[in-house]
């Protein structure tokens, strides 16, 4: 049976984990969510967007905590490869897929990728897999006065709705509510 409020979790959230395939430190975390750190690699990257932190929306049921982790690397070349994973800790809910491609406008990036697999305990969930996904984000600095760096809900493809990962990339909408995130950081870097 197809469950609203999952999709409509999956409309809302924020958070993400990503890796260029070509390398990466792994560490472990709560329930089987890994961290992602890219490693330099031939190709020459062009762009560079990564981050990981902790972000609390409220639906209207009270705060609900994501955490996610991601990175996405474009190089000289325009191949872009990463990951993302979003724990979704209220609804026992993981999205874990493959970054797809990333822009970016100064300290603003556009990150889109494809689901790859889902933990869930709703089997309807699985549909989901094969998806396009996508989201923006903020790199507000790193310095103790910065403000926040911010993250938008995760959005992805339904019926009726043109936008795909690459369209999103590609226009670089400023759509989408922007939360700020906890107990982490966001990095754009553009070579």
Avoid: K
Wanted: net charge negative; glycine share 10%; proline share 4%.
């Amino acid at each position: 049976m197809w469950n609203p409020s999952r999709s409509v979790l999956l409309l809302c959230c924020a958070a993400i984990a990503c890796s260029d395939p070509t390398g990466a430190t792994r560490s472990a975390s709560r329930r089987g969510a890994v961290a992602l750190t890219p490693v330099a690699s031939a190709g020459g990257v062009e762009l560079a967007v990564n981050g990981g932190g902790h972000v609390l929306r409220d639906l209207g049921n009270g705060e609900e905590l994501t955490t996610f982790s991601y990175s996405a690397i474009r190089r000289a070349d325009g191949t872009t490869n990463g990951e993302f994973q979003y724990d979704f800790r209220a609804a026992n809910l993981i999205v874990h897929g493959h970054v797809t491609c990333v822009t970016a406008a100064g300290n603003i990036a556009w990150v889109g990728g494809v689901i790859d697999r889902l933990q869930s305990e709703d089997p309807v969930d699985q549909e989901l897999v094969g998806t396009d996904i996508w989201w923006r984000v903020t790199d507000n600095g790193e310095g103790a006065a910065d403000a926040p760096d911010q993250t938008t809900s995760l959005l992805f493809t339904i019926a009726g709705v043109p936008i795909t990962a690459q369209s999103w990339c590609n226009d670089r909408p400023t759509r989408g509510v922007q939360r700020p995130i906890t107990n982490g950081n966001i990095q754009v870097r553009a070579n």
